[in-house]
């Protein structure tokens, strides 16, 4: 069981933020991602849709070994984690990337939070309803930002078409006045410094790759699952083949990337 790869995914590259920290955080532990692109970006599709692939997403890691199921999309944690837990809890353990993160804010007394995230997952209300379950008192203002992720995996990153887009969409008034920012999307880390420069470094950005590695560290210790076996072997797979996935995972994952196409929708 220990040295099972942990399995993420995410609709393109936005999981592979979350696969980089846990590289870092978990050296000794062997990763196998996959990139829905083909049905990319799941920010605009139903709940239903994302069920049915996170489903058939998480089937294919099972039989890949997978000993954890890592949701690294926020429109997937929000429409399918409770389903994927119901239906494979016994087959490996599933986390999700946004309660690592409410739990971590329960513990900063903020008064009013922002999140930005796809249209599914604002929608959902996930952050809103989870977050004043624990801190009622906690003001949360949820704003839908759906050009971000087509604009990332464009590689529109650092440039003036980002930038007007990001500026656009943050100085909308009903954020004024936030302590924190929730990224509640995983493709956003890749614009953090863009992020937090609209806010001239005063507002506390919070993005849950970071988070979420440290509960994934945790969750595998408690577990007995750390790969101490000094094998480790990363993968990863899409389900439609961009170039510019294989530019991003090539700029977190440095040297060869071995990525190959996994025909899992005929
Ligand atoms: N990175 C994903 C998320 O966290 C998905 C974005 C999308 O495909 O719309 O929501």
Not at 56 to 70: A, D, G, P
Not at 204 to 227: G, P
Request: aromatic share 10%; charged share 25%; net charge negative.
């Amino acid at each position: 069981m220990k040295d099972q790869p942990i399995g993420i995914f995410d609709s393109g590259v936005g999981g592979l933020t979350v696969a980089h920290a846990i590289k870092q955080i978990l050296p000794g532990e062997s990763l196998i991602y996959f990139g829905d692109t083909a049905h990319l970006p799941y920010g605009d599709k139903s709940a239903e849709s994302i069920r049915y692939y996170s489903k058939r997403i998480t089937e294919f890691l099972l039989e890949h070994n997978s000993k954890v199921i890592l949701i690294a999309c926020n429109s997937a944690s929000a429409s399918a984690f409770d389903s994927l837990k119901k239906e494979f809890e016994n087959k490996a353990l599933i986390l999700d990337v946004i309660d690592p993160v409410v739990n971590y804010l329960s513990t900063r007394n903020f008064k009013k939070i922002g999140v930005i995230g796809t249209k599914r997952t604002i929608s959902s209300g996930t952050y809103e309803k989870k977050i004043n379950e624990k801190s009622p008192l906690t003001q949360v203002i949820s704003l839908a930002t759906p050009l971000l992720v087509p604009m990332i995996e464009e590689g529109f990153i650092f440039d003036d078409i980002s930038n007007a887009i990001i500026r656009t969409y943050l100085s909308n008034e009903t954020l004024d006045g936030i302590q924190a920012l929730i990224l509640g999307c995983t493709h956003y880390p890749i614009i953090k410094n863009q992020i937090s420069k609209i806010f001239n470094f005063n507002v506390e950005v919070v993005d849950s790759a970071r988070i979420v590695s440290m509960i994934l560290r945790d969750v595998l210790d408690k577990n007995n699952l750390i790969n101490d076996s000094g094998n480790v072997r990363d993968q990863f797979f899409i389900s439609d083949y961009t170039t510019y996935f294989e530019k991003i995972a090539r700029m977190f994952f440095e040297g060869e990337i071995n990525l190959k196409k996994a025909d899992i929708w005929n």
